[in-house]
């Protein structure tokens, strides 16, 4: 049964930290592209940042606040988020895509982020 399950949000002042985790189960990790998206109330789900054995990609709006990160041993993702801004409010989605055919595509159910004074 494959499950991907977020942790590590909450409250935060503007200009504070978290890390968030994704712990994976149920199919082969390292074969597989992880990224983290968030949906913010209103608005369409958007990619964060995405990695996959060696390469990262981040979103303009987080570039050089957030590393994404990944442990292929623990089966589990990281998302460490600095200088957070209320905008980075939003609901923090893990995603897990197969990097071969076919693209077996998986979603958390999500961890809520408030960037909040």
């Known amino acids: 049964q494959v499950q991907l399950v977020e942790s590590g949000g909450g409250l935060v002042q503007p200009g504070g930290s978290l890390r968030l985790s994704c712990a994976a189960s149920?199919?082969?990790?390292?074969?597989?592209?992880m990224s983290w998206y968030r949906q913010a109330p209103g608005k369409e789900r958007e990619l964060v940042a995405r990695i996959t054995s060696d390469i990262t990609n981040y979103a303009d709006s987080v570039k050089g606040r957030f590393t994404i990160s990944r442990d292929n041993a623990k089966t589990t993702m990281y998302l460490q988020m600095s200088s957070l801004k209320p905008e980075d409010t939003a609901v923090y989605y893990c995603?897990?895509?197969?990097?071969?055919?076919?693209?077996?595509?998986?979603w958390g159910q999500g961890t809520q982020v408030t960037v909040s004074s």
């Open positions: 149920g199919f082969t990790f390292r074969n597989y592209a």
């Open positions: 995603n897990a895509r197969q990097l071969i055919l076919p693209h077996y595509l998986y």
